[in-house]
């Protein structure tokens, strides 16, 4: 079992960053690839970024390749996504989740996932 709980979010102007942590329990932190989405109202979830247990890669939407960055600190459990030049349609709540793949393929699919968080707030103001 993982648990995972999202902080972090907050209201931020257009054009501003935020750090989203992520932190974990249980032991196998390091066993699961971490994964950021975000659903906006009225809207499914959608695939932001991914970092691969496996390989350390990263994948990203294109929507936010070059202003979403993420990382994980094992020693911490935790998973961050500094998401900068933040636009309106960035608004959203955002969900940490783990998957034991590390196959982009897989991880870009929101159902392959096994834990989730319960989410972090994040308002863009124009």
């Known amino acids: 079992q993982v648990q995972l709980v999202e902080s972090g979010g907050g209201l931020v102007q257009a054009g501003g960053s935020l750090r989203l942590s992520c932190a974990a329990s249980g032991r196998t932190f390091s066993s699961y690839s971490m994964g950021w989405f975000r659903q906006a109202p009225g809207k499914e979830r959608e695939f932001v970024a991914a970092?691969?247990?496996?390989?350390?890669?990263?994948y990203y939407a294109d929507s936010v390749k070059g202003r979403f960055t993420i990382s994980r600190d094992n020693a911490k459990n935790t998973v961050y996504l500094q998401i900068g030049s933040l636009k309106p349609e960035d608004t959203a709540v955002y969900y940490c989740a783990a998957s034991a793949s590390g196959v982009r393929a897989v991880l870009v699919i929101r159902t392959r996932y096994d834990y989730w968080g319960q989410g972090t707030q994040v308002t863009v103001s124009s």
């Open positions: 970092i691969s247990w496996s390989s350390g890669s990263t």
